[in-house]
């Protein structure tokens, strides 16, 4: 599996968009990039996966270059409720459930 | 859409005694279950496969003898911490999906504090 890498946290105030990049320079052809949230004591929850260029759903885009060394995951006015930590994962698609989590970025949102 | 849920949400045991968490796909049939553990401030480590019907599968460093795993129905996995102890206090996190090719939903986590 592929090792990932996010910044450990960082900072935003409500109503701005937040861009938070992962690099996966090992990233296999047949890889996907999946992005969970988590929100203190609870299980991750699933955000957007993405396999090239760009993905959008109702709560975020994904963009991924050519390449697909890396991949930016695109919250768009964010509110104090998007407070969480953000994991990329990178793998064959969804494994089942078999994930492998790295560092994650600790989002913090202020009023 | 898909749920999974974990019991208990939290429990607190005494040092040497066991304590047994219980995940459940309540809207699917999951043949394959995954148990993660999560230290304070830190990522979520994966702990053993859970198989319907056959042995778990452990990840390598994690005792098979302290972290019993059943998965005795497709709807139910359960997690026996044996013989806790205080470095057992963690958040216990299990997934589990429809299908090897579709996404994982998780538990909503059960905190273990042995004292």
């Known amino acids: 599996l592929a090792k990932t890498t996010q910044p450990i946290s960082m900072d935003s105030y409500e109503g701005q968009e937040v861009n938070i990049t992962c690099s996966h320079n090992?990233?296999?052809?047949?890889?996907?990039i999946t992005w969970y949230q988590q929100f203190p004591s609870q299980g991750p929850r699933f955000i957007i996966q993405g396999y090239k260029t760009k993905v959008t759903n109702e709560v975020a885009s994904l963009f991924i270059p050519a390449d697909r060394k890396s991949s930016t995951l695109s919250l768009p006015r964010v509110s104090l409720s998007d407070t969480a930590v953000y994991y990329c994962?990178?793998?064959?698609?969804?494994?089942?459930?078999?994930?492998?989590f790295g560092q994650g970025t600790e989002l913090s949102v202020k009023p | 859409g898909a749920v999974v849920s974990q019991h208990p949400s939290w429990v607190i045991c005494k040092s040497g005694t066991s304590v047994k968490i219980e995940c459940r796909s309540l809207d699917f049939q999951a043949t394959t279950m995954f148990w993660y553990r999560q230290f304070p401030k830190q990522s979520l480590m994966l702990m053993a496969t859970s198989n319907e019907g056959s042995k778990a599968t452990y990840e390598q460093g994690v005792e098979k003898d302290k972290f019993l795993i059943n998965h005795a129905s497709l709807t139910l996995s359960t997690l026996t911490v044996t013989s806790a102890h205080p470095e057992d206090s963690s958040f216990y996190i299990c997934?589990?999906?429809?299908?090897?090719?579709?996404?994982?939903?998780f538990g909503q986590g059960t905190r273990l504090t042995v004292v």
């Open positions: 994962l990178v793998g064959l698609y969804n494994q089942g459930g078999k994930l492998i």
């Open positions: 997934s589990a999906s429809r299908s090897e090719n579709t996404e994982a939903f």
């Open positions: 090992n990233i296999a052809t047949n890889d996907y």
